[in-house]
Structures are given as structure tokens and as C-alpha cells.
């Protein structure tokens, strides 16, 4: 049988990660976050797609073809967490597992960003574990599926 498909999804701003401001961010930048993902799906016995884009049509289009093709999404929407009903109303047509996440402690940060439209859909919400989040969203999405060693 083949391996679950997961996709890690990134949104606006999130290819600036460890390069403008460390103090929030910390100092990874997104290809770290994915060469750390992709050894831990490939230990968890996991297909991976990890994409970013800065535009939100393409993280919708890729929550839609994720509809025939992937049984979970880690999502870290970037700022369309606290705008972007369209990104909810995409993962709310998708049957899999969904895992939030934020780098940053969203509810020690502005109140702007305490609201999330994404968490209306998600099965677990990590925020403030840095970029570590991502593995531990994995983890927790291979443990969902009841993937190997997870
Ligand atoms: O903490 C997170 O992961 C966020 O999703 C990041 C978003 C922010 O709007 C959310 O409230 C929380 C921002 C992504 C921008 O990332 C940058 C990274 C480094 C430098 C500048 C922006």
C-alpha cells in the first residue's frame, strides 16, 4: 500500500522565516522547515508536498486538489489566518485531518491575531513551539492516521 499522502501548506510571508525578524520567527528559514519535515515523514512512513505561496487562490487550489489526493494538511496560513474565510470554506470541502500552526504565540501577540478563521476547521492548533511546530504537527497527523511509529 502506498504511503499517506500529507501536505504542508505555507502562506503570504512565511519565505521570509529566518531571514526578518528572529526575535518572533526564530532563525530557520523554510528550507530548514521542510528538510526537517521531510525526515521526519519519511521516518513516520509518509508521502510529503510542502509548498508557500504569498498568493491565497494558489494555497485554495492546492486545499481542493488535496480533496482526491492527500489524507492530511499542516497549514500555517501566514496573515489569511485572521482574514481569509475562502481558505476556511477550501478546508471545510477537504476530508482529511487539518493541523494549524503558528510559529509565533499568536495569543500573546496583538488582538488582531487572536482570532483565527482556519482554527473553525482544524483538528489540533499549535502555536508558539517555533518552527518545531511543523514536527509536531506531523506527528500529530501521522498519529491521526495511524501511520507507522507515530
Ligand atoms: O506565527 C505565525 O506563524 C504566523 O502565522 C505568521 C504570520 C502572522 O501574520 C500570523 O499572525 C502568525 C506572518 C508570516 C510572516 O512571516 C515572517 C517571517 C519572518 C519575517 C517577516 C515575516
Redesign the pocket.
Known amino acids: 500500500m502506498s504511503a499517506p499522502l500529507v501536505l504542508i501548506l505555507n502562506g ?3 519565505n ?2 529566518g ?3 528572529p526575535e518572533i ?1 526564530g532563525r530557520e528559514t523554510m528550507a530548514d522547515v521542510e528538510a526537517s519535515c521531510r525526515a521526519l515523514a519519511t521516518a513516520l512512513g509518509l508521502d510529503l508536498r510542502f509548498h508557500q505561496s504569498n498568493r491565497e487562490y494558489e494555497l485554495i487550489d492546492w486545499i481542493h486538489e488535496a480533496r482526491e489526493t492527500a489524507r492530511g494538511i499542516v497549514i ?4 489569511l ?2 482574514t481569509s474565510v475562502s481558505l476556511l470554506d477550501a478546508l471545510n470541502a477537504f476530508e482529511g485531518r487539518v493541523v494549524e ?4 504565540q ?1 495569543h500573546k ?1 496583538e488582538a488582531f ?1 487572536h482570532h483565527s478563521y482556519v482554527s473553525h476547521r482544524a483538528d489540533a492548533v499549535i ?1 508558539g513551539a517555533g518552527t518545531q511546530g511543523y514536527e509536531l504537527a506531523l506527528r500529530r497527523i501521522a498519529r491521526l492516521l495511524g501511520a507507522k511509529d507515530a
Open positions: 503570504p510571508n512565511l521570509l522565516l531571514k526578518r525578524q520567527y500555517n496560513p501566514g496573515g489566518t485572521h500552526v503558528h510559529v509565533s499568536i501577540r491575531r502555536a
